[in-house]
């Protein structure tokens, strides 16, 4: 059974970093292609970024365009979200989602919350 654990979320002030990891373990990481989401109190979930099974593609929403990067560690079995030049309004939830192509089998994480503010 596919299993993604995120880690690495906190508190940060406005402008600094924070690079949020998930693990997937009990699959084939490279059948899948990963996507990070998040949500806060009284909002829809939203799509934050992602990258294809191979690595070589990534997407992103137009909001962290530019300050965010999403990768993958074929070794390590995890993927990464680096978010730089955080803003107050990119405090969330943030979850990591695998899918096969098709979206035949999908599984998400348990979340972990950034919250920014000085």
């Known amino acids: 059974q596919v299993q993604l654990i995120e880690s690495g979320g906190g508190l940060v002030q406005p402008g600094k970093s924070l690079t949020l990891s998930c693990s997937f373990t009990?699959?084939?990481?490279?059948?899948?292609?990963f996507g990070w989401f998040r949500q806060s109190p009284g909002k829809e979930r939203e799509f934050v970024g992602s990258?294809?099974?191979?690595?070589?593609?990534?997407d992103y929403h137009d909001s962290v365009k530019g300050r965010f990067i999403v990768s993958r560690d074929k070794r390590e079995n995890r993927v990464t979200l680096q978010m730089n030049s955080l803003k107050p309004e990119d405090t969330a939830n943030y979850s990591c989602?695998?899918?096969?192509?098709?979206?035949?089998?999908?599984?998400w994480g348990q979340g972990t919350q950034v919250t920014v503010s000085s």
């Open positions: 990258i294809n099974w191979y690595g070589d593609k990534t």
């Open positions: 989602n695998a899918v096969t192509p098709g979206g035949m089998r999908s599984y």
């Open positions: 009990g699959g084939t990481f490279g059948d899948y292609t």
